[in-house]
């Protein structure tokens, strides 16, 4: 039983970093059609961001969370206002200048940073362990899965209960439509992409309790993303949700099964998802 509910709640930590990292890109590629392969990029320079404010300051670690989620949407803020506005329904052009992104902000974070891969940090409140029913369990993942599960019922609720939420659904369905009807579907479009660049900063800041900061994570997390993305679907945060948490889990009981295969799991997961339902599992027909 031990054996079930750590690594259930190792799946479920992984999970939430996983839905933190896709929600944001799930949503602009629904409403803004843009494939942003940046956005792994933008987590990355989140967490170099908030090393810098939490370890080398020595400052709040939630604080460094905040500030690490601004300089991603101002980086965000730079790369929309700057470039991606001019190249809307331009898919090939988007790809090349995100993926360009990424080298971009890769090489300034090595400029700045160096090579040197940064520990994992966190808050010292948050350091050791809580007994749960017996089993002693680390307290970052805990508030991992704390913060996922509060994001993503934040996100529910914006996007199905709020009037925002609703010229957003609007806007992935009819963008003609809701042009004509006088919403500025292109303000909406930028605080979107604002948001979820914030959230990947800020993301990027939390995943580093479980996995420190490093060069070449931006590659590896946009990947992550993508792969959440394809099996919860686009456009839907409870798509983004379903599919961090069965890759999360997956992962965590192949690791400790099947160590030689666990490289694959999630990709087995996606190549099935994709034969049985291409749309993903909660996925939006955009």
């Given at each position: 039983?031990?054996?079930?509910?750590?690594?259930?709640?190792?799946?479920?930590?992984f999970?939430?970093?996983?839905?933190?990292?896709?929600?944001?890109?799930?949503?602009?590629?629904?409403?803004m059609?843009?494939?942003?392969?940046?956005h792994g990029?933008?987590?990355?320079?989140?967490?170099?961001?908030?090393?810098?404010?939490?370890?080398?300051?020595?400052?709040n670690?939630?604080?460094a969370?905040?500030?690490?989620?601004?300089?991603?949407?101002l980086a965000g803020?730079f790369?929309e206002?700057?470039?991606?506005?001019?190249?809307?329904?331009?898919?090939?052009?988007?790809?090349?200048?995100?993926?360009?992104?990424?080298?971009?902000?890769?090489?300034?974070?090595?400029?700045?940073?160096?090579?040197?891969?940064?520990?994992?940090f966190?808050?010292?409140?948050?350091?050791?362990?809580?007994?749960l029913?017996?089993?002693m369990?680390?307290?970052?993942?805990?508030?991992?899965?704390?913060?996922?599960?509060?994001?993503?019922?934040?996100?529910?609720?914006?996007?199905?209960?709020?009037?925002i939420?609703?010229?957003?659904?609007a806007?992935?369905?009819?963008?003609?439509?809701?042009?004509?009807?006088?919403?500025?579907?292109?303000?909406?479009?930028?605080?979107?992409?604002?948001?979820?660049a914030?959230?990947?900063?800020?993301?990027?800041?939390?995943?580093?309790?479980?996995?420190?900061?490093?060069?070449?994570?931006?590659?590896?997390t946009?990947?992550?993303a993508?792969?959440?993305?394809?099996?919860?679907?686009?456009?839907?945060?409870?798509?983004?949700?379903?599919?961090?948490?069965?890759?999360g889990?997956?992962?965590?009981?192949?690791?400790a099964?099947?160590?030689?295969?666990?490289?694959?799991?999630?990709?087995?997961?996606?190549?099935?998802?994709?034969?049985?339902?291409?749309s993903?599992?909660?996925?939006?027909?955009?």
């Open positions: 039983m031990e054996f079930i509910i750590s690594n259930l709640l190792n799946g479920l930590s999970g939430m970093v996983l839905f933190l990292i896709a929600a944001g890109l799930s949503i602009i590629i629904g409403i059609g843009i494939i942003n392969l940046a990029a933008l987590y990355m320079l989140g967490a170099y961001v908030g090393w810098t404010i939490a370890v080398h300051n020595g400052l670690f939630w604080l969370v905040v500030v690490g989620g601004l300089a991603a949407g803020l790369i206002r700057g470039f991606l506005r001019h190249l809307y329904k331009q898919m090939n052009e988007q790809v090349l200048l995100t993926f360009g992104f990424v080298y971009i902000i890769t090489n300034v974070c090595l400029w700045i940073w160096g090579g040197q891969a940064k520990v994992p966190t808050d010292p409140a948050l350091s050791g362990s809580l007994n029913a017996g089993l369990y680390p307290k970052t993942r805990i508030v991992v899965i704390s913060i996922g599960l509060a994001l993503a019922v934040g996100l529910w609720w914006l996007q199905d209960k709020t009037r939420g609703a010229m957003v659904r806007g992935m369905d009819n963008k003609e439509m809701i042009m004509g009807l006088g919403i500025n579907l292109g303000r909406i479009s930028m605080f979107v992409f604002i948001f979820a914030f959230i990947a900063g800020a993301a990027g800041v939390i995943g580093a309790q479980l996995w420190g900061v490093y060069s070449y994570m931006g590659l590896q946009l990947l992550f993508l792969i959440i993305i394809i099996v919860g679907g686009v456009g839907s945060i409870q798509g983004a949700l379903t599919g961090a948490l069965l890759i889990v997956i992962d965590a009981f192949g690791k099964l099947f160590p030689e295969l666990a490289m694959f799991t999630m990709y087995i997961v996606m190549v099935v998802i994709l034969i049985v339902r291409p993903g599992l909660l996925g939006r027909k955009v």
